[in-house]
Every structure is written in C-alpha cells, then in structure tokens.
C-alpha cells in the first residue's frame, strides 16, 4: 500500500517538474488524465511539502501554483464531500466561502463590465477596484487565524506558497489603484484585468484545494479557536457574523497544555524570564502602581529616561514626587481610577530630548480598576523620521 502511495506522489512530482521545465501545459494535463481519476488534498499538500524539501523555493511552486491548481482542477476528492458544520452561519469556512461569493459578484458584474465601457468610467472602475481592495481582511484572516493551525499539523508548503500569491494579488490592486493617473485606458485596463484575474483564481484555490483540506484535518475545538480570533479581520462581505460554538467532543480542548511555571496571557504564553525580558527591551520606561497607590513594578531598560531606584518599590507614589506637584499626580490618578479619563498626555523638551509621557488607566476584563500605568518614551527620533524604509539595511 506504502509503494503504491509513494508512486503517486512520484508521479504527482513529476508532472509538476515538468510543467516548471516547461513542459506543455495541455500535454501534462493529458498525461494527468492518464493517471489519475483524482487525488486528495493531502496528496497536493504532501507533494507540495515533498518539493520544498527537495530543494525547490515556495516562490518556484507559488510561480506554478495557477498552473498546477488547473492541472487538479475537477479531480479533487474533497471537493464533493459535503459538512455539517462548514454550513453553518459563523463557521470560519461558511464566512470565507460567503465573502467569495460577493468577491467574485463585484468582480463579475461590476469591475469586468466597467472595464468594457466606450468610454471607460475610470472613476467608477477605481471605485469598483477600491472596494476589491477589501480583500486584504479576507487573506489577512486566512494567513493569520487558518494557517497557524494547518502548520501545526504539519501542513506548511501549501500556506507558504499561497501567502505568496495573496501578496502578489495585493501587489497588483495596489498598482492599479497607485497608479492609475498615469495609466493611459488600454493600461489601466490591462491592469485592472491582471489584478482580478488573481483574485479569481484565487478563489478557485481556496474553494478547490484549500478549503476540503482544512475541514478533513482541523478540529471542531480549532475551528472555534479560529471563528473568535476572525473578527479581527472582517469584512464589508459578511459582516457581523456569528460565534462558532460547536459541541465538542469530550477529549478536545481549545487551549494548548501549558508547562508548570509558565504564565498564561490573554493572547499566548510566556515565561517569567521571558516576560522580564521583553519588558527590559521594549524602547521605553514603564511604571505601574497598583489600585493601592503603591508602586509594584518599573522596567529596567538600558536607557532610562527618569531614573528609578529599587527602593520605591511598595511606596506610596505621592511620595515619589515633590510636594509641589503632588496634587497634579493624584488628580490624574483619580481621574483614571473613576473612568473620567483613560489616560492623560504630557510632552517636555529636556537634554536634547522630546519626551512623551502618558499615564493609563489599566482595567481587567470586567473594567475594574487595577492601577496607573507611566509609559515614557523619547520620541524625538521618531519626530525626526521622513519617507519610507520598507527594507533592512546593509
């Protein structure tokens, strides 16, 4: 059974080596044909996953990838098995297919028609590609809340390759819109068509491949993990979609085992050594006291600003300042601790410095008080910034 499944995967990569060799596409489609009545998503992901360790970059196969997906196009097995749960309002996959749907809605009635039109409606088409733009949540979401999930079971060349595409597929509604007042109508057009045609086989991807894969691997308790972190990243497309709460099966669960000593986060994990480290690396001092008006904490970073020595630790912070000003510390503090305020701004000039200081309210979840947090930073760097740097430097 092992030696069967090894040749078609040979056989897969083959066909794949030889489109990239530059093989004729309908020939290798023939041959395809010859071969395969249909293949799994699991095979496409492990043949993918089998060339990136081969040496081939995600990049060769991301160049390949419309090609290939053709190549599958119609013999995919998962592409007729049917879930409960992927059609149910809220699923991450129910959301994602809605959204493909108006995607390809705009597209289809609305920018290709305009891009036909003697004269050409260029403001109309550039506000047609505006709202295409919008796209950008959808992969967001696909990259950010999906992928995690596939890596973690050990799906990771088919997520490289297709974030690739999704940056190309920015890339280009990003030129037209970019660029469009020195396009002349023919190029605006072309690139209007370029842009689209991206995203439409894009759709093709997530609904043919991507989509039957994940629903055969990821878990009812992921898929809930996945439909709560989403609404970050939602769309004009389906908006104000529901929570999926599935009824779990009673070994899932949704969270990660975590280690003795580790500190459980809203959003992760980390250790004390770790957290202690990322507070003495974040570019400014931070100051907490509690709701008792004592100081618990203060960062100690490389370069204070203000200096902070360990004995105010459990000191009542009216004493950390002049007699002269305390009255300005405890007014931004009851402000903070009765809601009037979330937070209070102050700026200064001081040794060649333009320091930023701002006090915030920090609340738990249930908006309870639980003390003042100073965040002080020298700014003037920052002020002194001009253009774009978009890569690393030598």
């Not at 250790?271 to 008792?292: L, Q």
Request: hydrophobic share 35%.
């Amino acid at each position: 059974m092992s030696e069967f499944i090894n040749n078609r995967q040979e056989k897969l990569k083959e066909l794949i080596l030889k489109l990239h060799d530059g093989a004729n596409e309908e020939e290798v489609k023939k041959e395809f044909k010859e071969h395969f009545e249909s293949v799994t998503t699991k095979e496409i992901s492990e043949m993918e996953r089998n060339l990136v360790q081969e040496g081939m970059a995600p990049e060769e196969i991301q160049r390949l990838c419309n090609v290939h997906a053709s190549l599958f196009e119609g013999s995919i097995e998962e592409i007729h098995r049917t879930s409960k749960s992927e059609h149910t309002p809220g699923h991450p996959v129910y959301t994602f297919r809605l959204e493909n749907v108006k995607i390809k809605k705009l597209v289809e009635r609305t920018i290709l028609p305009l891009c036909e039109t003697s004269p050409l409606s260029r403001d109309e088409l550039l506000g047609a590609v505006g709202q295409l733009m919008e796209i950008d949540a959808h992969y967001a979401r696909k990259e950010n809340a999906l992928f995690p999930y596939m890596e973690k079971h050990g799906i990771t060349a088919p997520p490289k390759v297709m974030w690739g595409v999704d940056d190309e597929i920015r890339s280009d509604i990003k030129v037209v819109l970019r660029n469009a007042r020195s396009f002349d109508d023919d190029q605006l057009v072309e690139a209007v068509k370029k842009a689209v045609k991206g995203v439409m086989d894009m759709i093709s991807k997530e609904e043919n491949i991507l989509f039957p894969m994940v629903l055969d691997t990821l878990t009812e308790s992921e898929w809930a993990t996945i439909s709560s972190v989403s609404k970050e990243f939602e769309t004009s497309w389906a908006m104000n979609q529901p929570s999926y709460l599935p009824q779990l099966v009673q070994h899932e669960t949704v969270d990660e085992t975590i280690s003795d000593g580790v500190v459980k986060m809203t959003a992760g994990f980390l250790t004390p050594e770790e957290i202690n480290g990322i507070f003495n690396t974040v570019p400014f001092d931070m100051t907490f006291v509690g709701a008792d008006d004592k100081v618990k904490f203060f960062t100690q970073g490389k370069e204070r600003i203000f200096s902070r020595p360990m004995s105010i630790i459990n000191r009542e912070v009216k004493n950390c300042h002049p007699p002269q000003s305390v009255h300005v510390v405890e007014k931004i503090v009851e402000d903070l601790r009765s809601g009037k305020k979330e937070h209070e701004d102050f700026w200064i000039s001081m040794r060649g410095m333009f320091v930023h200081i701002r006090y915030y309210a920090v609340r738990n979840e249930k908006g309870e008080f639980l003390g003042t947090l100073e965040v002080t930073q020298d700014v003037q760097p920052i002020r002194e910034l001009e253009g774009e740097k978009r890569l690393m430097s030598e």
